[in-house]
């Protein structure tokens, strides 16, 4: 049953996050209320949307993926997010089940801010795939807030037993920031910002606050690796010239998803490896 219900949480979650994406405009400086306040409208006609075309998935599949106000096709991309998003929070629970024996309120107050920081993760990697842009209106509170875990955590008495196995509450996170920040930084500066944006950068410092090491490292190694497998197949395709922008923030993102989920598997069989 709790399953059931996080799963269902991620749902609405991936809802709300595909409205943020919907609504970012990299012409208008809307804050933060401005992409989350006000009823959602049809993407075709404008018109408002009641409550039952609102329902993660349920609304998609009764209305056979088509507006109910104007019979137009509604964008595939919705169920998709909404489901990433319920898988996503299914695995935060799970992994946050594994290393925590209570559901005490630390657990909860642990795993709303992990449920958070992936909610932020894909609206930045939507958002970044729209526009190319990451915008520092949510980019800065995300850092803001994974500055502020370790402190939340040492208050509590668990400052030693976070989601990423920090063993020094702070020094594990900023390390992290500045080797994941510090490489993309690095060649930001010897691309002179055509390799990749100064977003890339600080999305890279909010994914190592979150990870700290060595899990950032491997993030980055990572982010490229998906990036090239999928630029190459777009060249392959003709999707994409070799001079043509490819966002880079979505790779960061899945580097950074990856790391955290399967992370201590991947080091562990790599320097598996190594050592045989």
């Known amino acids: ?28 400086d809307k804050g933060f209320v401005a ?38 096709k509604l964008g595939l991309h919705y169920p998709i997010i909404e489901l990433i998003m319920g898988g996503l929070f299914l695995l935060v ?36 795939l729209r526009t190319y842009l990451l915008p520092d209106r ?23 037993i976070v989601l990423y196995h920090a063993k020094q509450w702070w020094l594990s996170p900023l390390s992290g920031a500045l080797l994941f920040g510090g490489l993309l930084y690095l060649i930001y500066l010897i691309s002179r910002g055509r390799a990749m944006g100064f977003g890339d950068v600080k999305l890279g410092i909010f994914g190592g ?35 043509d922008m490819i966002p880079f923030g979505p790779f960061v993102v899945l580097g950074i998803l990856v790391a955290l989920f399967y992370g201590d598997w991947i080091l562990h069989w790599y320097f598996g490896l190594i050592y045989i």
């Open 138 to 160: 949510l980019m800065f509170p995300g850092i803001i807030l994974a500055l502020a875990y370790p402190l939340i955590m040492a208050i509590m008495g668990t400052a030693t």
């Open 35 to 72: 992409l989350t306040s006000g009823r959602s409208r049809c993407d075709h006609c404008k018109r408002m949307l009641g409550v039952g075309e609102l329902v993660p998935i349920l609304s998609f599949l009764t209305q056979k993926g088509r507006s109910r106000c104007c019979s137009k």
């Open 209 to 243: 606050l979150m990870l700290g090491l060595p899990l950032s490292g491997l993030a980055f190694f990572l982010s490229f690796i998906f990036g090239a497998i999928v630029g190459v197949a777009l060249l392959l395709r003709g999707k994409k010239g070799i001079k």
């Open 1 to 28: 049953m709790s399953s059931l219900l996080v799963f269902l949480l991620g749902l609405s979650v991936g809802s709300f996050v595909n409205v943020i994406a919907d609504r970012f405009d990299s012409e208008k």
């Open 93 to 128: 629970w799970y992994r946050a089940i594994g290393l925590y024996a209570l559901l005490s309120t630390s657990f909860f107050i642990i795993i709303s801010f992990w449920f958070l920081f992936v909610a932020l993760l894909v609206a930045l990697a939507l958002i970044d």
